[in-house]
């Protein structure tokens, strides 16, 4: 994929869109600006035109023209001169400007009321306009108006010409004064939004250039930003919790293989000193055969933590198949129980169940019956002596909630927040070679497989209690 830059794109398209719509905005102005001049030329031509049609009077003894050369000299000299000529009805020249000495206005023969507007080459050769308007001559006296007066009126023609190559060079001032005028603003405009982008980017270049800073063994390091602006307020926040979630992995991580390393040594400590006291007296039977019972003590230990590992790695990779069906919750429990009874009993633990007999739930059987192992397991391993095992269920509409409980002592509240941990156990169940530490963890991943959650609580008089919350109930009448 062809590389670009968001300041280079970003400022291109800005500088285009604005720059389209001020020269629209700048044509547009130098079009008005062109029609106001081109309209208010004609109106003065059009104004000249009428004056001296005023000038022409039909008058009982004839025609007059009221016309002094003194009070419009612009139709008498020869420095730009305007010129006008009066025709009657048979085409007959009535009067014209000393302007045109003896030359003649272009003719249209128009009609009566009729008027036109043209551009025509005047006689000194310069571009003009000429506007023809035929009329009927004004009556000056009332009592002359008569209908018979009036039907038997002759129309006029009168053209009035004036160069309009002064107009042409103002408008053609204007063209170059807009042309000019939005050369520069646009170019300005191209800098300033280039400008104007480049400094809105700074919070990312910023950004950029102290990420170039982060790696695998600097996690602690948090993204500020001096002033970062609201779209980027929620990036800098959500970069800076994964960066939180990243180093809290690298640390369980840590911590795991440390924990790992741990946990293995002991074992392996106790197979090398097995295997050096059977090479040092290999005739000793006994020995020998207690030999072998340690060494299967240390390899179940072993295998058990490896096994728990694997489980947990196929659970965080999704490779565990899910074969959701119903089965009666109680019946569950109880056939559960049946593997840690003998341990309760020597410890003498009750267990008390009021699961209703016909609850029926929906889920993956194996791996539900991981979680209930694990927890009655942990229940029975690290509950104090001559107290009570309490399993119960709360529903809600058809969701079921399974609440397990027991004494635990050894328990304090910050324990609830790491006790799911990989390998975590308390300091007094360390040497046990019944659990590796893995079974909460386990819990945890398959509760998460199952779109379950998994809640603590710690009472006051150490009652731990641990809730799967939203279990599928198919059946909940008691």
């Not at 007059?64 to 050369?69: E, I």
């Not at 919070?203 to 001096?226: C, G, M, S, Y």
């Not at 392996?268 to 299967?296: C, G, H, M």
């Amino acid at each position: 994929m062809k590389n670009y830059s968001i300041e280079q794109r970003l400022s291109r398209r800005v500088a285009i869109v604005a720059g389209l719509i001020f020269l629209f905005a700048a044509t547009t102005t130098d079009l008005v600006i062109t029609r106001w001049l081109e309209n208010g030329f004609n109106r003065d031509l059009n104004a000249k035109a009428n004056l001296l049609i005023t000038l022409v009077k039909d008058k009982p003894e004839g025609l007059d023209f009221d016309f002094a050369d003194e009070f419009m000299q612009e139709f008498a000299t020869e420095i730009n001169p305007e010129y006008f000529q009066l025709w009657q009805e048979d085409k007959n020249v009535f009067e014209r400007s000393r302007s045109l000495k003896n030359n003649d206005l272009p003719f249209l023969g128009l009609k009566q009321t009729e008027q036109a507007l043209m551009d025509i080459i005047l006689m000194d050769g310069r571009r003009g306009r000429m506007i023809q308007i035929v009329f009927l001559p004004q009556i000056p006296e009332k009592e002359d108006r008569t209908p018979e007066k009036l039907a038997s009126q002759k129309p006029m023609a009168l053209a009035v010409a004036r160069e309009r190559e002064g107009i042409e060079r103002i408008i053609t001032l204007v063209h170059l004064s807009s042309f000019f005028g939005t050369t520069i603003i646009l170019m300005l405009i191209h800098f300033l939004v280039k400008l104007t982008v480049r400094n809105s980017l700074k919070p990312l270049i910023e950004i950029q250039e102290k990420i170039k800073i982060l790696d695998a063994d600097n996690l602690k390091f948090r993204l500020e930003i001096t002033h970062p602006p609201n779209e980027l307020k929620e990036v800098i926040r959500q970069f800076n919790q994964l960066l939180t979630r990243l180093g809290e992995s690298s640390s369980r991580e840590q911590r795991f293989t440390s924990d790992v390393a741990h946990e293995l040594r002991t074992p392996i400590a106790e197979l090398r000193s097995l295997s050096e006291v059977a090479l040092k007296w290999p005739d000793d039977t006994n020995l020998v055969k207690e030999f072998y019972q340690d060494v299967l003590a240390s390899s179940m230990q072993m295998q058990l933590m490896v096994n728990n590992l694997l489980a947990l790695a196929r659970c965080e990779k999704g490779q565990v198949f899910l074969e959701p069906r119903e089965t009666e919750l109680k019946a569950l429990l109880l056939e559960c129980w049946d593997h840690y009874r003998h341990d309760a009993d020597d410890k003498y633990l009750k267990f008390n169940c009021t699961i209703p007999d016909n609850l029926k739930i929906m889920t993956s059987l194996t791996e539900f019956e991981q979680i209930i192992n694990n927890l009655f397991s942990n229940a029975v391993s690290y509950g104090t002596a001559n107290s009570e095992i309490r399993v119960e269920t709360n529903i809600l509409d058809d969701r079921a909630n399974l609440v397990i409980s027991n004494t635990a002592k050894h328990l304090d509240k910050p324990d609830l927040s790491v006790m799911f941990d990989r390998l975590w156990r308390k300091s007094i169940a360390r040497t046990s070679s019944d659990h590796t530490g893995l079974g909460l963890a386990l819990v945890k991943a398959y509760a998460e497989l199952l779109e379950l959650k998994i809640s603590t609580q710690l009472s006051e008089q150490n009652r731990f209690t641990i809730i799967i919350n939203s279990i599928p109930a198919v059946e909940t009448t008691h």
